[in-house]
């Protein structure tokens, strides 16, 4: 009897995906798809789902480990480069809202060649003792090379913008490392979820296998007369259904793997292969109460939304800064005269305080949007943290359900193992009809599945509880000086 598919040990690490939802596996129906061809993900990380192809494609196949393809992921995904880039026109914002403190100093030089008509500003004719003075000046050139420097001396709204500005950049360095967690998380769960795929391809191998050697057992005591036609009639049946599941378990695999290729940023046509050998999750050795604690510490996403919360408040003394006064000087120092050679050093220096009356209501609106804005930014971070609560303690609730239903999917492998082995040996003695081997080699096949899916959910929880208490890329660290 063949008892690949019953042998196949799958070692998984799982880096969950998501701080809001987790992903369900249901357990698969005979004669459909056990793994979906595509990982179901919300929207808000679809983003992750994509990345930038890079490199040259080799005619070989290349072995990825799953280390290799989380290096790749964290260079090619989209998601982390979108993450990258708002870093940066987060930045930019800043030097803007900066500008506004810093000093703006300019230059300018000019050649003016001009004609006044004096009368035009207001000078009538000007008459001396021996002639009058024509109303008409020139023409004459006037040279001027000048330096201006305007800078703010006190300013609460461009003090206020520009520590907004600093809380949205702070803001966006999180979401970048929560990016980078998110994509190492997306990269080994499509990953692992490409291994398990192949595990139950080469489960559904091994079954059409075992149907094969069936169908040529009944055909044999048949020709012998030891069973009737019904029996290899049951058995072509049997053979026909596992090579369906053969056939749609491949392809779900062919699937992941093409989702992984993209997911990492592989040369379009990029032929690969797996390694089946995975760094050990390590086990959780805390409790609950400080599990969560430590999410509250260390989520890059939720210290991004209190810093967003920071910033809306800042915002908001901005626009309250805009109604006090501020005081401004403007200087400049430069040289003129009819030519550049006759030019002489002029300068002028401006304290000026500008101070608003009424701005027909502009400033209460602006206060209005901002108060709403920090209520909606408060809120955020505070599902957020609840959010944060029920990931981690969902966690904890699947390593103890995983771990009891792994050791008992394990041990019904085994059963259903021995009972198909006595089924066939049976049939073939001529005791009992195929349909006790057909019934065993259904049970063989649920019972390899729910192995394979205690062996996931187990990882599954040991990846959720990683993610959930921010330690992703710290876990990855320790990981790599390690292979299982």
């Known amino acids: ?15 969950f995906i998501t701080a809001s939802a987790t992903l369900k596996f249901p357990a698969p129906v005979f004669g459909q798809s056990a793994t979906p061809g595509m990982l179901q993900m919300p929207s808000s990380v679809q983003s992750f789902l994509g990345g930038v192809p890079a490199g040259d494609r080799t005619a070989d196949a290349i072995t990825i480990p799953v280390l290799d393809a989380i290096r790749r992921a964290l260079d090619h995904n989209l998601g982390v480069l979108t993450a990258e880039d708002d870093l940066g026109r987060a930045q930019g914002a800043r030097w803007r809202a900066l500008s506004d403190q810093l000093p703006n100093v300019g230059a300018r030089v000019s050649e003016t060649r001009q004609k006044l008509n004096l009368a035009a500003f207001g000078f009538g004719t000007f008459e001396t003792p021996t002639a009058n003075f024509p109303n008409i000046v020139g023409p004459f050139n006037v040279f001027d090379a000048r330096v201006n420097l305007s800078q703010a001396i006190f300013d609460l709204h461009a003090i206020n913008n520009t520590r907004a500005e600093n809380h949205n950049v702070e803001a966006a360095r999180l979401v970048r490392k929560s990016a980078r967690d998110l994509v190492i998380n997306v990269a ?11 595990a139950r391809a080469d489960s559904a191998r091994a079954q059409r296998d075992t149907a094969q050697a069936l169908y040529n057992t009944s055909v044999d005591l048949k020709t012998n007369g030891l069973v009737a036609g019904i029996d290899v009639l049951r058995s072509q049946v049997q053979l026909s259904t ?26 379009l046509g990029q032929a690969f292969q797996l390694d089946p050998r995975l760094p050990e999750l390590p086990d959780p050795t805390m409790a609950l109460e400080q599990a969560v604690e430590q999410a509250y510490r260390q989520r890059a996403d939720y210290q991004a939304a209190l810093e967003r919360v920071k910033a809306a408040e800042a915002a908001r003394q901005a626009i309250v ?28 220096v401006i304290g000026a305080v500008n101070i608003p009356i009424f701005q027909g209501g502009r400033l209460q609106g602006r206060l209005l949007e901002a108060d709403a804005d920090i209520r909606s930014r408060r809120a955020q971070a505070e599902d957020m943290k609840a959010s944060i609560y029920y990931e981690v303690r969902d966690a904890f609730l699947d390593l103890q359900a995983t771990a009891l239903q792994l050791q008992t999917a394990t041990q019904a492998r085994d059963l259903a193992a021995q009972q198909l082995t006595q089924a066939r040996d049976r049939f073939a003695a001529g005791v009992a009809s195929n349909i006790e081997v057909v019934q065993a080699q259904e049970a ?4 390899n599945e729910q192995a394979i899916n205690a062996r996931f959910g187990y990882d599954l929880a040991k990846g959720a509880l990683i993610r959930g208490t921010g330690t992703t890329e710290e876990i990855l660290r320790q990981l790599v000086g390690g292979i299982r």
């Open 444 to 447: 063989v096949a649920l019972a």
């Open 1 to 15: 009897m063949s008892t690949k598919g019953l042998s196949v040990k799958v070692p998984l690490i799982l880096f």
């Open 321 to 348: 800064g805009e109604a006090l006064p501020s005081v401004r000087v403007n200087a400049d120092y430069g040289e003129i005269g009819l030519t550049a050679a006759s030019a002489q050093a002029t300068y002028s």
């Open 188 to 198: 080994g769960t499509v990953y692992v979820q490409a291994l398990a795929a192949a």
């Open 242 to 267: 596992e090579t369906q599941r053969l056939t749609a378990a491949s392809n779900d695999a062919e699937k992941v793997k093409l989702q992984l290729a993209r997911i990492i940023g592989l040369p």
